[in-house]
């Protein structure tokens, strides 16, 4: 029994058998035998060590490579996102400025729309304010009346038309609010008796 010693650690165990005992010469030669098949043996162990080491090594690199190409794709992807969000951003500012635009024109609209029909339509209420009072006393009561529905009207035209005014400035932001609560009431309205007598002939119903 020969032991395969590498700087005294045993790698390997050799049976020999022979029909004549072993001289010294030949004690001497398996002596130095088997340290070379020591020597061999470990650099066997030490290679194989190796491979396996660097198996792991270029399984690791391919694990970062793919964690790598992972990594630039999702920077990739938040670099489109980012885009898009950049892209969006501008599209709601270019909406912010065309509402503010078509806000102001609107404004601009109503501000002249307003004096355009105010201009004719406080005549109409100085009017038919007259005609309502008949200070000259030459116009038929029925007439009186219609000249009253006119001037009633009007007066409520007017106050429609400064309502929608005043929304106009309350949306550009160019008007406070104070809110306040009342009663519930019957608001103004035409009664029957208001109406012309075409109107009544018609059978006009409320």
């Known amino acids: 029994m020969l032991p395969v010693l590498f700087e005294g650690e045993v790698k390997a165990v ?7 005992p072993f001289s010294e010469n030949h004690q001497i030669f398996l002596d130095q035998l088997m340290e070379s098949i020591g020597v061999v043996l470990n650099m066997i162990s030490a290679n194989m060590r190796t491979e396996e080491l660097l198996q792991e090594l270029q399984k690791s690199n391919a694990e970062l490579e793919a964690q790598a190409k992972e990594l630039d794709e999702k920077a990739k ?3 489109v996102k980012n885009k898009e969000v950049e892209l969006a951003s501008v599209s709601l500012e270019e909406k912010a400025e065309q509402l503010q635009l078509i806000s102001k024109y609107k404004s601009e609209f109503l501000a002249n729309m307003s004096h355009e029909l105010r201009t004719p339509l ?5 009017l038919s304010k007259m005609l309502s009072e008949n200070k000259d006393r030459n116009l038929t009561p029925e007439q009186v009346k219609f000249a009253q529905t006119v001037y009633t009207s009007g007066y ?4 429609l038309i400064n309502e929608i005014l005043d929304l106009s400035k309350v949306e550009a932001g160019k008007m406070a609010i104070d809110p306040e609560r009342y009663p519930p009431s019957g608001g103004p309205g035409l009664r029957r008796a208001d109406l012309p007598a075409d109107g009544r002939a018609e059978g006009a119903r409320f």
């Open 77 to 79: 992807l938040l670099e």
């Open 14 to 20: 050799i049976e020999l058998a022979s029909f004549e």
């Open 156 to 159: 409520d035209l007017l106050a």
């Open 122 to 126: 406080n005549s109409l209420l100085i």
